[in-house]
T-cell receptor
Framework: DTGVSQNPRHKITKRGQNVTFRCDPI?????LYWYRQTLGQGPEFLTY????????KSRLLSDRFSAERPKGSFSTLEIQRTEQGDSAMYLC?????????????FGQGTRLTVV | DAKTTQPPSMDCAEGRAANLPCNHS???????VYWYRQIHSQGPQYIIH???NNETNEMASLIITEDRKSSTLILPHATLRDTAVYYC??????????FGAGTQVVVTP
């Protein structure tokens, strides 16, 4: 296991199209997080899962965004009717929550460009 | 909004210790202090975290003041590969991280 894997690494799409990103967490990590990062800013929390349950969604996650984690393994983040403002790096992280050991490990991200 | 305050940038000479300060005056009793760093175009990398005791690992040391309102990340012997944006984050045990702008650290030869 080499860590959190995100696909694709880069995506260019036309405004109005739908896109889907995939995140494969570290095996047996039961928590999975999605973040968004725009140029020059720190990552912003979007949503997270404990196993297959989506426990919290940021108000940044508009109705055009949906995330799933079927069976508590990989996760997908879909953006419908993309807008230029959706252009950003989308980061996924996972952690194995037990006791105090809750550090999250991040993937390399998917860079989305909406033209 | 991020609950921490960090200087926007700092320089450090290669081979010297880098001391990165962070203020988190509104931290609550069940919140941890985490440090991550992000090298350009990569995902953030975990460095260290702590609750109230000082912590040390192979990457760094974390010193938390007794009142827990501030902390310092220490990189004992900075190398050029330590050039990155360093984020100090306060988070509860669910691990949801609220990043601020971080400190851009530049290590110079």
């Amino acid at each position: 296991d080499t860590g959190v894997s995100q696909n694709p690494r880069h995506k260019i799409t036309k405004r109005g199209q739908n896109v889907t990103f995939r995140c494969d967490p570290i095996s047996e990590h039961n928590r999975l997080y999605w973040y968004r990062q725009t140029l020059g800013q720190g990552p912003e929390f979007l949503t997270y899962f404990q196993n297959e349950a989506q426990l919290e969604k940021s108000r940044l996650l508009s109705d055009r965004f949906s995330a799933e984690r079927p069976k508590g393994s990989f996760s997908t983040l879909e953006i419908q009717r993309t807008e230029q403002g959706d252009s950003a790096m989308y980061l996924c992280a996972s952690s194995q929550a037990f006791g105090l050991n809750t550090e999250a490990f991040f993937g390399q991200g998917t860079r989305l460009t909406v033209v | 909004d991020a609950k921490t305050t960090q200087p926007p940038s700092m320089d450090c000479a290669e081979g010297r210790a880098a001391n990165l300060p962070c203020n988190h005056s509104t931290i609550s009793g069940n919140e941890y202090v985490y440090w991550y760093r992000q090298i350009h175009s990569q995902g953030p990398q975990y460095i260290i975290h702590g609750l109230k005791n000082n912590e040390t690992n192979e990457m760094a040391s974390l010193i938390i003041t007794e009142d827990r309102k501030s902390s310092t990340l220490i990189l004992p012997h900075a190398t050029l590969r330590d050039t990155a944006v360093y984020y100090c984050i306060v988070a509860d045990s669910w691990g949801k991280l609220q990043f601020g702008a971080g400190t851009q650290v530049v290590v110079t030869p």
